[in-house]
C-alpha cells in the first residue's frame, strides 16, 4: 500500500440525541455502513496495512454486531474501539467483549473530568485515553 491515512471519515452522522423522529434514520445509517466499513478494514489488513486501525462508534452498532455472534470475528483487524456515548461506569459488558476478542478499549476525558473520575477512566482503557 502506497497510502496510509490517519483518519478514514465514517459519513456524518445525524443523530440530535433526544430527537425520536431521526432514531429510525440513524438505525437504517448505521446498518447500511457499519458492513462497509467493516469491509474495509480487512481489505486494508489484507493489503498488510500496519497501522492500528481503532473505531469511533456509538453504542447501539456494536450492540447490534455482539448479537451476531462474538465480537472479534464481526471486528477482524481493528485495534481498538472508542464508543462515544458510552461512559466507562457503564461499559461493563463492552469491556468484557474487547478483552475477549483482544480489542483496545478507549474512553473519554476532558478539561472538566474530575480527579476522582480520571483513575476510573484510565482503567477502563487499554489503548489510550483520547483527551478532548
Same mark, same amino acid.
Given at each position: 500500500?502506497?497510502? +496510509?491515512?490517519?483518519?478514514?471519515?465514517?459519513?456524518? /452522522?445525524? %443523530?440530535?440525541?433526544?430527537?425520536?423522529?431521526?432514531?429510525?434514520?440513524?438505525? &437504517?445509517? &448505521?446498518?447500511?455502513?457499519?458492513?462497509?466499513l467493516? =469491509?474495509?478494514?480487512?481489505? $486494508?489488513?489484507? =493489503? /498488510?496495512? &500496519?497501522?492500528?486501525?481503532?473505531?469511533?462508534?456509538?453504542? /447501539?452498532?456494536?450492540?447490534?454486531? +455482539?448479537?451476531? #455472534?462474538?465480537l #472479534?470475528?464481526?471486528? =477482524?483487524?481493528?485495534?481498538?474501539? $472508542?464508543?462515544?456515548?458510552?461512559?466507562?461506569?457503564?461499559?461493563?459488558?463492552?469491556?468484557?467483549?474487547?478483552?475477549? +476478542? #483482544?480489542?483496545?478499549? %478507549?474512553?473519554?476525558?476532558?478539561?472538566?473530568?474530575?480527579?476522582?473520575?480520571?483513575p476510573?477512566?484510565? +482503567?477502563a482503557?487499554? #489503548?489510550?485515553?483520547?483527551?478532548?
Amino acid at each position: 500500500m502506497t497510502h +496510509a491515512f490517519d483518519i478514514i471519515p465514517h459519513p456524518p /452522522n445525524r %443523530i440530535p440525541t433526544a430527537s425520536a423522529r431521526q432514531i429510525p434514520i440513524t438505525v &437504517s445509517y &448505521s446498518r447500511h455502513w457499519t458492513p462497509h466499513l467493516l =469491509q474495509l478494514v480487512q481489505r $486494508l489488513r489484507r =493489503q /498488510n496495512f &500496519s497501522l492500528p486501525i481503532v473505531l469511533f462508534t456509538y453504542a /447501539n452498532p456494536l450492540l447490534q454486531l +455482539a448479537e451476531q #455472534g462474538p465480537l #472479534g470475528d464481526a471486528l =477482524q483487524g481493528v485495534d481498538g474501539i $472508542l464508543v462515544t456515548d458510552l461512559p466507562p461506569e457503564e461499559a461493563g459488558e463492552h469491556i468484557q467483549r474487547c478483552r475477549d +476478542a #483482544g480489542i483496545d478499549t %478507549i474512553f473519554l476525558a476532558a478539561p472538566t473530568t474530575t480527579a476522582t473520575r480520571l483513575p476510573r477512566i484510565a +482503567a477502563a482503557t487499554t #489503548g489510550f485515553v483520547y483527551y478532548v
